[in-house]
């Protein structure tokens, strides 16, 4: 049985990973699959999905900024429906403040930063009790990572955030090139060693592609074979466009491991 807190919520699952489904309210992600409101967050719940991820504003190379009320506007509303339906994990995935301040108002249990927390951003999410999801986001190999990462962490240490709520994610396809990200994956054990929960966040990227000459629609099998592999060496939640197929594959794994 595999338990974890994020934010007020206890949640468990039997598999030996829990599933982060991807909700984008953008137009621009660069899974056009991915994109949607209520409708689509509900399918994945209904999938299977621990943890509903919100985002607002593309984060694909090239992708076009968005002021804080437009964001703001495209995943409050939908944040505060899904509430009303289910009591699924919500993250929202941003960068920005003010969107952080409203997401945390109405309920959200997990704060996602592609970028890096200010001071006055781990002081907020300490004082709402929520979790965070770290992530490296520059060019780096598999032990600038981990320091990277580390550094970060006991920074939310020092804020007030407990060790169960910091949840660190290696950056997969940010900043880094293809011999960074596959050393960054091959190397997940070396993030598990920090005793931090890792997430790894590999569905559909560049990088998957990269290995198996496929585009972005035909790189689920690809996508599914690195989130074992991640799996295998300690990772606890993958980030996923497809939730069916990767509640399947953790249930193969949960027998057969």
Do not use: W
């Not at 109405?106 to 592609?114: C, F, P, Q, R």
């Not at 994610?169 to 293809?178: H, R």
């Not at 799996?231 to 069916?244: E, F, L, M, Y």
């Not at 197929?245 to 794994?253: G, Q, R």
Request: glycine share 8%; hydrophobic share 40%.
């Amino acid at each position: 049985m595999l338990e974890m807190i994020f934010g007020n919520k206890k949640i468990s699952t039997e598999l030996p990973a829990f599933v982060m489904g991807i909700v984008n309210a953008t137009p621009d992600s660069f899974y056009d699959n991915s994109r949607g409101g209520l409708e689509h967050a509900l399918k994945l719940v209904e999938e299977g999905a621990h943890i509903i991820d919100i985002g607002g504003e593309s984060t694909r190379p090239g992708f076009t900024p968005v002021s804080d009320q437009e964001e703001i506007d495209r995943v409050i509303p939908l944040l505060i429906e899904l509430k009303k339906r289910t009591d699924v994990v919500i993250s929202i995935d941003t960068t920005k403040t003010a969107v952080m301040k409203e997401a945390i108002k109405n309920g959200a249990d997990i704060i996602n930063n592609v970028g890096e927390f200010t001071d006055e951003e781990l002081a907020l999410c300490k004082d709402a009790g929520v979790s965070v999801v770290l992530m490296h986001h520059t060019a780096g190999n598999s032990d600038h990572i981990v320091e990277y990462l580390k550094n970060q962490a006991m920074r939310c240490l020092n804020a007030g955030i407990s060790k169960e709520k910091i949840i660190i994610d290696p950056g997969i396809g940010f900043g880094k090139n293809f011999e960074q990200n596959i050393d960054a994956i091959k190397n997940t054990q070396k993030l598990t060693a920090t005793g931090f929960t890792v997430l790894m966040a590999l569905s559909r990227k560049s990088s998957i592609g990269q290995m198996t000459g496929k585009e972005v629609h035909e790189r689920l099998a690809g996508t599914l074979t690195a989130d074992i592999i991640s799996v295998q060496k300690g990772a606890k939640i993958i980030r996923v466009h497809d939730v069916s197929p990767a509640i399947d594959t953790l249930k193969v794994m949960k027998f057969i491991q």
